[in-house]
């Protein structure tokens, strides 16, 4: 019964937060943006030589996608905090786990989306060649995503409601993130390099691991961090 | 390697070790006076509370 | 905004000068006995002495954030506004001997591999603890409610703490993928005295930093506790 609550409770996060997103479009378009305007960076970087810039190219993704989804995730919380609305959304009864998960899921789907424009750029700009067996491809990138986003969506419910966010949230974020990061980088070279699932394979199971063990440590800790 | 090294690196391991030694002179002093100046405080704050 | 009473507390035991100087003296006592006892290393030379500071330096680094990690869940546990001071101490002299382990394995890297830097599990992992205890304390800088700040620091310390040795792991990993890892240190026995000497005295030392930043942490917020019972004295009355 309780279950089927949070349930609801998520989904009516999800379902604001998008709608929110939706109607503004300004939010998403200015993220994804800076996010192709990073890669243009690191090209001119790393570039001009083709091979220098395949190599190059996972990180160059993995990077420019954390750099565009930080702001995203700042975002997130503040939207409520003009209105006064996490306030409110904290006296509803119910778990607090609940906001986590819609918050969660909501700038999930939000970096997944500009992860696919970010992505399809690189590859142009990255002069990649995608291997036969994309689908994998795909499956590192979800993989990576949820990482990135878990830790920065409980990192941002602090940040977010501090003094000097914009400064806080890397700083808090970014250190926390490089086990997820290496392994997404490693993953996606280790796959676009050609070794099909020799390294990748590995990579992509300490992925796996680092996401559960994240997933639960965050969801354990949020009642304390939204509590106050 | 070491042996390839002039006085077998020696100016490394004395820099090592006034680093360390300043370091933790400088810990030593600072904590001193930082609990003392606190306990200060303290005090004053105290006291303002008996007179009300 | 939260209902939570910040437990009321007086002043605290205080930190024993004697022991403070007592701990130094000692130490520089260790670290004299050390050098002076210990034979030039066939292999490393003169640079086996660096082993005094550098290893009870990174040795009490992972015991100072040791003690964040308890005090952080015993503050999440029992609200204890104690627990959280003594994190916060623990966080703040742990942070100053992560640096110190930082800049002396560099100074022991360099004549060591040539290079300043190398991006070993060690050293990575070493580097991203320090990391944290700076988003750590700079967290703890920017929030001003204490029963948020606490709440907050604790969970970051936690996490942090769950963070260090995946990261150690992954770089491992990482660089097992790359390229063979190089691992020249050894202990022989005749080294072993000085080494356990420096350890108790950097143990002691670090035992007396925190004492006594937590010693002033208690004071400060004493006052601010004494502070507000007069102002809800001069309401009432």
Known sequence: MAFRDDVRRIKAIVWKDLTTERRSKAGFNSVASLGVTILVLFGLALGPDGQALRDAAAGALWLAVLFAGVLAFNRSYQVELEG???????????????????????????????????????????????????PTLLGIMALGVVGIVVLGTFYAAMSSRSRAREVLLPLLLYP????????SMEATKAFLGGDLLNASGAWIQMLALFDVIFLVATFLAFEYVIEV | ?????????????????????????????RLLGAARRAKAEYDQAAKGEFRT | MSPATPSQFGPPKPAPVWLGWGAFLFFLFTQVYAVATSPADAMMGHLQKMMYVHVPAAWVTFAAFGVVLVASLHFL?????????????????????????????????????????????????????????????????????????????????????????????????????????SNPRGLSPEYLRGLLLNLA???????????????????????????????LGDNNG
């Not at chain 2, 390697?1 to 002093?29: C, D, F, K, P, R």
């Not at chain 3, 700079?138 to 963070?163: C, K, M, T």
């Not at chain 3, 030392?205 to 007069?230: C, G, K, N, S």
């Open chain 3, 77 to 181: 546990w029992k609200e204890d506004e104690r627990a959280d001071l003594l994190a916060a101490s623990a966080a703040e002299v742990g942070s100053l001997f992560c640096g110190l382990t930082l800049v002396l394995g560099m100074l022991w890297g360099r004549p060591t591999w040539g290079v300043w830097w190398s991006w070993d599990a060690r050293l990575t992992s070493t580097l991203v603890l320090f990391l944290i205890f700076v988003g750590y304390l700079s967290l703890r800088s920017f929030v001003e409610d204490p029963h948020r700040r606490g709440q907050w620091s604790a969970a970051v310390g936690i996490l942090g703490a769950i963070n260090v040795p995946i990261v150690w792991m992954s770089v491992r990993w990482w660089r097992t993928l790359h390229q063979i890892q």
């Open chain 3, 201 to 231: 005295a950097f143990t002691l030392l670090t035992i007396w930093f925190i004492w006594r930043r937590y010693e002033a942490a208690r004071y400060e917020r004493a006052a601010e506790h004494a502070a507000q019972a007069a102002a």
């Open chain 2, 1 to 29: 390697m070491g042996s390839q090294l002039e006085n077998g690196g020696i100016s490394y391991v004395v820099a090592s070790y006034v680093i360390t030694w300043v370091v933790l002179g400088v810990m030593l002093v």
């Open chain 1, 84 to 134: 006064g609305a996490l306030e409110a959304l904290l006296l509803y009864p119910g778990s607090r786990w609940a906001i986590f998960a819609g918050k969660l899921i909501a700038n999930l789907i939000f970096v997944l989306l500009m992860l696919v424009i970010v992505v399809a750029v690189g590859i142009v700009l990255f002069q990649v060649r995608i291997p036969a067996q994309w």
């Open chain 1, 176 to 183: 926390m993130l490089i086990p997820v990061l290496l392994a």
